[in-house]
């Protein structure tokens, strides 16, 4: 009876030191978790502003059917946007990379040939990224700070290879989804609905309805008291703002 009672007592400590162990797990998981985040190695998709700040950006891949459209669009309200064009596209379009240059947009790299980096060694990404910066700036005369991956796929080694150059890999908070050719109205009330301050907004070059939902996003996110910037304006640059962080959502803070 007394060595039942014994292991009896054994078993309740047993038990009673593996809740205690659950509860400690339970109460300090979304730390693990946010630990774990933390240093997983992140794009930037937006950026903390108190300001009514926002960026447009256009991919540049395939076809040039709107260049000038968009340019002109953007010049009617003063807006100076982010093109990130792919290398191949430079090498097709040159005199478009220039009038984009010479409208006072931003013209960075969309990597050389649109691989999917995550496939890639690091000494290949770095390889196509210069292919890219080196037909720009043999353009522009400015050579590209900020990529925009291919897919929008990455994953920490992308991240990693992109950084070690010096540029810095930038993702979007706010989809137009004007690649799957919807609607003008819908592409302007995603946008529109969307965008905060900080926010980066995705748009295509040659998609089908984006030079006619360009202008009213414009119009409306303007009389709502926002100011577009470029890119690289509106991140938190090294050079001014040395402590910095990205949380899990990606988002650029002041540390």
């Keep these: 009876?007394?060595?039942?009672?014994?292991?009896?007592?054994?078993l309740s400590l047993a038990a009673c030191a593996a809740a205690v162990c659950?509860?400690?797990?339970?109460?300090?998981?979304?730390?693990?978790?946010?630990?774990?985040?933390?240093?997983?190695?992140?794009?930037?998709?937006?950026?903390?502003?108190?300001?009514?700040?926002?960026?447009?950006?256009?991919?540049a891949a395939w076809g040039n059917e709107d260049t000038q459209q968009l340019i002109d669009i953007l010049g009617r309200y003063q807006v100076k946007a982010t093109f990130f064009v792919v290398g191949d596209w430079a090498d097709k379009y040159p005199e478009s990379v220039k009038a984009l240059h010479d409208a006072g947009h931003?013209?960075?790299?969309?990597?050389?040939?649109?691989?999917?980096?995550?496939?890639?060694s690091v000494e290949e990404i770095v390889a196509d990224?210069?292919?890219?910066?080196?037909?720009?700036?043999?353009?522009?005369?400015?050579?590209?700070?900020?990529v925009r991956l291919p897919y929008g796929d990455y994953d920490d080694n992308a991240v990693r290879a992109v950084r070690s150059i010096g540029m810095e890999p930038i993702q979007?908070?706010?989809?137009?989804?004007?690649?799957?050719?919807?609607?003008?109205?819908?592409?302007?009330q995603r946008v529109t609905g969307k965008v905060q301050p900080g926010s980066i907004v995705l748009f295509h070059n040659a998609a089908l309805h984006t030079p006619e939902a360009l202008p009213s996003i414009l119009e409306t996110l303007i009389q709502e008291g926002y100011t577009f910037v470029p890119i690289s304006q509106l991140i938190l640059d090294g050079e001014y703002n040395t402590d910095y962080t990205i949380d899990h959502t990606g988002r650029q803070c002041p540390a």
């Design 1 to 10: 009876m007394k060595t039942f009672l014994i292991r009896r007592r054994a």
């Design 22 to 59: 659950l509860m400690f797990y339970v109460i300090n998981y979304p730390a693990a978790v946010d630990a774990s985040a933390s240093q997983r190695q992140l794009p930037i998709y937006c950026v903390q502003r108190d300001q009514k700040l926002a960026s447009v950006s256009f991919d």
């Design 106 to 120: 931003e013209v960075m790299n969309h990597s050389n040939t649109h691989a999917h980096y995550p496939q890639l």
């Design 129 to 146: 990224l210069n292919a890219c910066n080196d037909k720009i700036e043999a353009i522009t005369g400015v050579r590209p700070t900020l």
């Design 172 to 188: 979007w908070d706010v989809d137009s989804l004007d690649w799957k050719e919807i609607p003008a109205e819908e592409i302007v």
